[in-house]
């Protein structure tokens, strides 16, 4: 049972919307991550967080853009969705340590047509 | 910089059988952990097993376990007994002790044979 919550599980919208992929967490975290995967493929850190009013980017270049005001609340927001946009997106969070490990939400599957 | 290597895009084994996924990498740094992490289809990704790169002995969990080979840089994943559900992509992953961010190998993906 997931103690890390992403929603909406599946997400089909047009070119050019706006939308928020929400992840909640209820581990009290402060570590929390955003991960872009192509089916079967590996996974691209796209932004992370280490902490409430804490945001940097990933290695994947995106137009994507998020928020931590509370520590269990981590939402990744697109201005305007593209087909380029179409993935999977895994919100992840960990403990403090190095050692910890990553738990991960079921993931959102985006289309964007 | 560090990166990591899965060189089995695929691997397929017999239910019971024992079958093992390689992973090598490459770093500078003498402190490091390394993950395998398990994605069954549509479901959520999970912890395997973990190993810190100061212990000599290998990290066991239940059916799973780790060749770590510190001087060749390789962390390789066997799995005994093999069970339908073990099914799914297994990722390595490398963290740096100064760093909290993870470095993902390109993934194998496991198929068992009933």
């Known amino acids: 049972e997931a103690d890390i919550y992403q929603t909406p599980r599946y997400l089909v919208i047009g070119t050019g919307k706006k939308i928020t992929l929400e992840c909640s967490q209820t581990?009290?975290?402060?570590?929390m991550y955003w991960y872009q995967q192509d089916p079967g493929m590996e996974l691209h850190l796209i932004h992370y967080?280490?902490?409430?009013?804490?945001?940097e980017k990933g290695d994947l270049s995106s137009e994507s853009t998020v928020s931590r005001i509370r520590t269990e609340h981590f939402p990744l927001t697109l201005e305007s969705a593209r087909p380029s946009h179409t993935s999977q997106y895994l919100c992840?969070?960990?403990?403090?340590?190095?050692?910890?490990?990553?738990?991960f939400g079921n993931g959102t599957r985006l289309t964007v047509t | 910089a560090q990166t990591v290597t899965q060189s089995q895009p695929e691997m397929s084994v017999q239910e019971a059988e024992t079958v093992t996924l390689s992973c090598t990498y490459d770093t500078s740094e003498s402190d490091y952990y390394l993950f395998w992490y398990k994605q069954p289809p549509s479901r959520q990704m999970i912890l395997v097993i973990r190993?810190?790169?100061?212990k000599q002995q290998n990290a066991t969990e239940n059916r799973f376990s780790v060749n770590f080979q510190k001087a060749a840089k390789s962390f390789s994943l066997k799995i005994s007994d093999s069970q339908l559900g073990d099914a799914a992509m297994y990722f390595c992953a490398y963290r740096s002790g100064e760093d909290y961010q993870l470095i993902w190998g390109a993934g194998t993906k496991l198929i068992i044979k009933p």
């Open positions: 992840a969070s960990s403990d403090w340590d190095s050692y910890s490990p990553l738990h």
């Open positions: 190993q810190e790169a100061y």
């Open positions: 581990m009290g975290h402060d570590k």
């Open positions: 967080s280490y902490g409430v009013n804490s945001t």
